[in-house]
């Protein structure tokens, strides 16, 4: 089993920037490729940004390509989503993953964070 706790979420005016990190316990000796996912009231999960275990593969999401940055640091479980020039489509709870295998599909995260609240203001 593996535990994912997001932290840094808040409330932030159109054009700004935060720092989310996803902190992993339990079983972090395995390689799991991380991921963070976004909701919006009333829409589906979405996937943001993916990284590979080594750090030598991402993926970002058109609507994040150029903003947003993910990073990981395995040796202190961490992986990290820096979020610049924020907009008001960019409010969502942000959740954090772990699968197996470099994925793009949701199935294939198999934890989950309990997400973080980012709130932009036009």
């Known amino acids: 089993q593996v535990q994912l706790v997001e932290s840094g979420g808040g409330l932030v005016q159109a054009g700004g920037s935060l720092r989310l990190s996803c902190v992993a316990s339990?079983?972090?000796?395995?390689?799991?490729?991380m991921a963070w996912f976004r909701q919006a009231p009333g829409k589906e999960r979405e996937l943001v940004t993916r990284?590979?275990?080594?750090?030598?593969?991402?993926y970002y999401a058109d609507s994040v390509k150029g903003r947003f940055g993910i990073s990981r640091d395995n040796a202190k479980n961490t992986v990290y989503l820096q979020m610049n020039s924020l907009k008001p489509e960019d409010t969502a709870v942000y959740y954090c993953?772990?699968?197996?295998?470099?994925?793009?599909?949701?199935?294939?995260?198999?934890?989950w964070g309990q997400g973080t609240q980012v709130t932009v203001s036009s």
């Open positions: 990284i590979s275990w080594s750090a030598d593969r991402t």
């Open positions: 993953a772990a699968a197996n295998t470099y994925s793009g599909s949701y199935s294939s995260y198999i934890y």
């Open positions: 339990g079983r972090t000796s395995s390689r799991y490729a």
